[in-house]
């Protein structure tokens, strides 16, 4: 474990040096990196062999709603019995349901049978971020770099969705339609049995005292503050979904479909840039007092997209949307770690991560339907909306963020077994 005497500037190069970090850091990247081919690739298969993109939107959505139900069993499962026990099966499951769903779309399969294939397909994406988060937070556990680490993933995660859809758009437009789900499939499973051959780096499983038992069969969902984040990742979801649809439906309302990747590429470098910075920062505030003040901005910019009517104007707001979202991403997964165990960090952050999918999906659905029916402005709605109802929820229940609330939950004593799991790091300060 890392010394939790303070730094005063952590920072990228210290990160960096972590004994062992690279040994799943760079298969962690390889791993993750399908997942931003996903979508995108069985929205273009699935439109060249139906013909509609409100087919392919809603078969992605399926995919994307059975990720966000299935990924926390998955996160409990790692957890419970290690990372690579869950790991191994789960790539091999996912490659025969990619296999599955892009033969039964070449075969002209009726959209019942495709949303059949979705189901596994989605189910069974591997969660390799929240892992690579679970393993930081096993290595820095107390430590100062933990907001450090967190930006990082953050940058990781975007960086991720930029290269992602740029490669499985070129192989599905310069090779085959189908070229980027089958390298989707390929990489997931070279990948994911990289990552899950570095076991050295995975958190401890099994063992322990019964305190640390008991602690590891609560759920992660069980505590306060995690449900409060969940509500808040979802609204975030809602902005990456809803911006994905509209600023499409925006390009071609204007005549200039080309604009799209302009603009959807200066929302993604507000976010690479913001989450840049959050990592380089040495934070005095507490986490919760950061989202309190990061979540707002960000509903509030969020808010006015709807009104933008020329590219300038929406490139420049989408910059700000940009960089409001790593803040409230990156201080919501540093505030698991004050609020849960370490036997329960990587389901919990399955749950944030799965928020974000579901919140996605419900996104590119209704926003899709907005803007078919009313205009491109009106599927700004969508990101207006998530993002405010879920700030009433964070303001509301803001008290469930703090530390203790893991205590309550576990057995209703201050002196919990989770609490007594997580009593050796130092007090967290919470305004």
């Given amino acids: 474990m890392v010394s939790t005497v303070s730094d005063p500037r952590p920072g990228y190069g210290k990160l960096l040096r972590t004994p062992g970090a690279w040994t799943f850091l760079l298969p962690g990247f390889a791993a993750r990196q399908p997942f931003a081919m996903l979508t995108i690739g069985i929205v273009l298969l699935v439109q060249h062999t139906t013909g509609s993109y409100g087919s392919a939107g ?181 902005v990456f979904g809803g911006m994905q649809v509209s600023l499409t439906a925006f390009a071609e309302e204007i005549g200039r479909p080309g604009v799209n990747g302009l603009l959807y590429g200066v929302f993604a470098a507000g976010n690479m840039l913001s989450g840049i910075a959050c990592g380089a920062i040495a934070w005095k505030s507490a986490p919760r007092r950061r989202l309190l003040v990061a979540y707002p901005a960000l509903a509030l910019t969020a808010s006015g997209l709807w009104a933008m009517h020329t590219v300038p104007l929406l490139a420049g707001l989408g910059l700000l949307v940009g960089l409001c979202i790593a803040p409230a991403l990156i201080t919501g997964y540093t505030l698991v770690e004050t609020l849960i165990p370490a036997s329960a960090r990587t389901e919990a952050f399955t749950w944030l991560t799965g928020s974000v999918a579901l919140g996605q999906a419900a996104a590119v659905t209704v926003a899709g339907q907005l803007a078919d029916g009313y205009g491109a402005s009106t599927g700004f709605l969508v990101p207006m909306g998530g993002t405010v109802l879920a700030l009433i929820t964070l303001l509301a229940l803001r008290s469930r963020l703090a530390p203790k609330g893991v205590g309550r939950v576990v057995n209703g004593s201050a002196a919990s077994a989770a609490e007594r799991v997580i009593g050796h790091r130092p007090p967290v300060s919470v305004d």
Avoid: Y
């Avoid at 789960?90 to 892009?102: D, E, I, N, P």
């Avoid at 969660?127 to 680490?149: F, N």
């Fill in 58 to 238: 809603v078969v992605a959505a399926v995919t994307g709603v059975a990720m966000a139900l299935f990924a926390p069993q998955s996160g409990k499962l790692a957890d419970r019995f290690g990372q690579g026990a869950v790991l191994l099966p789960g790539v091999l499951v996912h490659t025969a349901s990619v296999s599955a769903l892009t033969a039964l779309a070449l075969a002209h399969a009726p959209l019942w049978a495709l949303f059949a294939a979705a189901v596994p397909t989605g189910a069974s994406v591997p969660q390799i971020g929240p892992m690579v988060r679970a393993r930081w937070a096993a290595k820095l556990d107390g430590s100062p770099l933990m907001t450090t680490a967190a930006a990082f993933e953050s940058v990781t995660d975007e960086f991720t969705f930029v290269i992602g859809p740029v490669l499985a758009t070129a192989l599905c437009t310069g090779v085959h339609p189908a070229a980027g789900l089958i390298a989707e499939a390929v990489l997931t499973l070279a990948g994911g049995m990289a990552f899950a051959a570095q076991r050295r780096t995975q958190p401890a499983v099994g063992g322990g005292t019964a305190q640390h038992r008991a602690a590891r069969q609560m759920s992660a969902l069980s505590v306060p503050g995690v449900r409060v984040l969940a509500v808040v990742f979802l609204g975030i979801g809602t």
